[in-house]
């Protein structure tokens, strides 16, 4: 049975007029319970703001537990590379020790994480990345946000806001039916940027030709046998770089008719489980994240991949003989959607001369990673050794709308830049950042635009953030 697809003709049917609950009023609402809408619901209750944190899923974690993207990228600098990991590492590299750029929430998540068993501590071994259980993830950000009294619904989805631009309450669709949640000041942490764009914020999307990063199902493989994987990888040297390959099994695969993939290779995350591994590989291009059709496209395509490629991992992988399928995500990982236009526009250059600016609120190291849009190739640009580039709170402030700012992946930059700050530590980050400008915002009974710059700094300071030794 094929997936439904878009109407021909797009007709529009009148809806009548509807009551909605009031469920809140707040200091802080932000939607959204990805990495930004953790750091920002945290950010805005350290700060002393009354904070609400909404999430459409019936738990936290966005990209890192929906879509089983289980490693969170370096946010160390680096000082030695012989190969980037891009998004994933599965066997050691030899990065050398770099500095930590980022801190404050981040740092306490990922102690928290690792002191529950979920986690591996970054380190050379682990080329400075954070692999992660999802479980123990989805468990660990509940708890912190508890513990830090923030109030949060879940099973709630956006749909619309109250007021455009300066919009006083979010519109949840919800088995109880439509809820308001209003606040004093609102953080849009959907990744998409649903809320800046109900509240007509301008946006861009994709390149300079409109097309974004491709989307990929991830999935989990057990009973995998790393001794047995490493021993084919060292007879075969040519055939491994790092993270990803199997270029001749593929071919063979693809000659037998048994893989059909955009991908020319594959991709391996490393977990905290020995036996387990994480499989970045499936692909689907020219997917909008914001359109049900795309979506549902993507959802089909990519579990077809998925069945190839576990079947393929068995038939031809040396240690995945008796491996198995655990789980896939509970939806495609979506790399792009809408950037929302700020008070400035991160680009390439910023992010590849690590550029500085006075009104830093969170830094990234993280080359430009950017996933062909349109088929096979991934191309990383790399920064400056030891150097990090900052984000500006100008980022998070969208232009035309007030009592709003946006964290995450969907704040205002480039394609090309975005492709660097779109990774897990930093939208934890920026989203720390926004939750404490809303919070003075709310506080003073402003909206963030007229925040400055030295005061959310301030704060973050007094929250353990690392601005790069700025003084305020
Ligand atoms: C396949 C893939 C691999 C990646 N690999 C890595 C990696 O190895 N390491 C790394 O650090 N980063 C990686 N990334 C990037 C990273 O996962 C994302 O950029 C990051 O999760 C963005 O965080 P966010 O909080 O902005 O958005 P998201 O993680 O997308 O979180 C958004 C949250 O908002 C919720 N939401 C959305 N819309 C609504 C709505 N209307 N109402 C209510 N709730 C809503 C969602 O359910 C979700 O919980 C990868 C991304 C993908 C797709």
Redesign the pocket.
């Known amino acids: 049975m094929p997936p439904l697809t878009r109407p021909l003709l797009e007709k529009q049917i009148e809806l009548l007029p509807r009551k909605a609950t009031l469920a809140a009023e707040t200091d802080v609402l932000v ?7 953790f750091g920002a619901a945290l950010g805005a209750a350290n700060a002393g703001a009354e904070a609400i944190l ?4 019936g738990f ?5 537990t ?2 089983l ?1 289980t ?3 370096s946010y160390h600098s680096e000082n030695h590379r012989a190969e980037s990991t891009g ?2 590492t599965l066997l050691p590299t030899d990065h050398g020790r770099g500095e930590p750029i980022a801190a404050g929430v981040l740092s306490h998540f990922v102690q928290r994480l690792v002191k529950a068993g979920g986690a591996i501590a970054p380190s050379l071994r682990t080329g400075y ?1 954070v692999p992660f259980d999802p479980e123990v993830f989805k468990y660990v950000m509940m708890e912190m946000l508890d513990e830090a009294g923030v109030k949060f619904l879940l099973h ?4 619309g806001v109250l007021g455009e631009s300066a919009p006083e309450g979010v519109i ?1 669709e919800t088995k109880s039916g439509p809820l308001v949640i209003k606040a004093r000041c609102i953080v849009d ?4 940027g ?1 809320i800046a764009a109900q509240a007509g914020a301008p946006f861009r999307l994709g390149r300079a030709d409109g097309r974004v990063q491709p ?2 199902l ?1 999935f989990r493989m057990g009973e995998f046998e790393k001794a047995a994987f490493a021993a084919y990888v060292k007879e075969h040297p040519d055939q491994w770089r790092g993270v990803h390959g199997l270029w001749d099994l593929i071919c063979r695969a693809t000659e037998a008719g048994e893989l059909d993939l955009p991908r020319e290779d594959l991709l391996f ?1 490393a977990t905290p489980h020995p036996r387990e591994i994480s499989v ?1 590989s499936s692909r689907v291009v020219k997917v909008r994240g914001t359109d049900v059709w795309d979506l549902t496209d993507a959802e089909f395509h990519s579990r077809r991949q998925v069945r190839q490629i576990e079947t393929f991992l068995r038939r031809y992988v040396p240690g995945f003989e008796n491996s198995y399928l655990i789980q896939s995500g509970v939806q495609v ?3 792009e959607t809408r950037r929302i236009a700020g008070g400035y526009e991160l680009t390439a250059e910023d992010v590849l001369e690590a550029r500085k600016f006075d009104d830093v609120i969170a830094r990234c190291a993280y080359p430009m990673d950017i996933h062909n849009p349109t088929g096979k190739g991934t191309v990383l640009q790399h920064l400056p050794r030891g150097e990090a580039f900052d984000i500006p709170l100008r980022c998070l402030i969208p232009q035309d709308v007030e009592h709003l700012l946006v ?4 704040i205002s930059g480039t394609h090309e830049a975005m492709a660097s700050y ?4 930093t ?1 934890i980050g920026t ?1 720390q950042a926004a939750g404490v400008c809303a919070a003075l915002a709310a506080r003073h009974k402003i909206s963030p635009r007229r925040i400055e710059a030295k005061d959310v700094q301030r704060e973050l300071l007094r929250q353990g953030a690392n601005l790069r030794g700025i003084r305020v």
């Open positions: 939607v959204g319970g990805g990495p930004a809408g909404v999430e459409r899923y936290f974690g966005g990209n890192a929906a879509a993207v490693i969170l990228m998004e994933n990345t709630s989805m956006a749909s949840f942490c959907t990744g998409d649903d989307v990929t991830m995350f970045n990982g979506v790399r964290a995450g992946r969907c779109r990774i897990m530590p939208a989203g």
